[in-house]
């Protein structure tokens, strides 16, 4: 089945402390991407990755890192959460960047981040 | 940069119509996407419209693209309590980015 996997699913954590959230696909897609979700904000880019090792800033980059090292993983780094970093987090994936039918975004569950 | 626009709350009636609003300011996405995503899950892509077409229709669902107000529209016919969710509507940014609109929340009274 294709689809968009992401771990952990929900976590609590405390400020400073580094976590890693996991995204994986199994599509063979070129394009990843990670967005935050806030109340009356929508979804918001945080970085995105054309392929292996190509990797750049969204819109909202401040406090994350990411890596690229194969083609199905993109892991989302807060090397020292703090608690604006407290929301909902996607992953998605897709072909390329170019959109369409045959092109569509495909999303993760969503992790579920807070940081006391 | 591009910013979308969409009203945040709807409620309906069973059965009836909903039309979900959407603006834009940035007329180059090559296509115009809405997203549906029910409580505690993910987005599910519902249907998208080519930047060059005025309407399409899937089942239920109608999208209108107005290019010249740069107003996209989500019509709902039938409307079911299922259909409770917050729909997104996305554009394409450059670099491959989906630029959201805030999210309008559907309530569908029985």
């Known amino acids: 089945e294709a689809q968009v996997t992401q771990n952990p699913r929900y976590l609590i954590t405390v400020t400073g402390k580094k976590l890693t959230v996991t995204c994986s696909q199994n599509m063979n897609h070129e394009y990843m991407s990670w967005y935050r979700q806030d109340p009356g904000l929508g979804l918001r880019q945080i970085y995105y990755s054309m392929n292996v090792e190509v990797t750049d800033k969204g819109d909202v980059p401040e406090g994350y890192k990411v890596s690229r090292k194969e083609k199905r993983n993109f892991p989302l780094i807060l090397e020292s959460p703090s608690p604006n970093q407290t929301s909902l987090y996607f992953c998605?994936?897709?072909?390329?960047?170019?959109?369409?039918?045959?092109?569509?975004?495909?999303f993760g569950p969503g992790t579920r981040l807070t940081v006391l | 940069g591009e910013d979308v626009e969409q009203s945040l709350f709807l409620s309906v009636r069973e059965g009836d119509s909903s039309v979900i609003n959407c603006t834009y300011t940035d007329s180059s996405s090559t296509y115009l996407y809405w997203y549906k995503q029910e409580p505690g899950a993910g987005l599910q892509l519902l249907t998208y419209?080519?930047?060059?077409?005025d309407m399409k229709q899937d089942q239920r669902l109608t999208v209108l693209l107005n290019k010249k107000d740069k107003h996209l529209s989500l019509r709902i016919a039938d409307t079911q309590t299922g259909d409770s969710a917050i729909y997104f509507c996305?554009?394409?940014?450059?670099?491959?980015?989906?630029?959201f609109g805030q999210g309008t929340t559907l309530q569908v009274k029985p």
């Open positions: 996305a554009g394409t940014g450059n670099t491959g980015k989906l630029i």
């Open positions: 998605a994936s897709s072909l390329s960047c170019i959109g369409g039918d045959t092109d569509t975004q495909y």
């Open positions: 419209i080519f930047s060059n077409m």
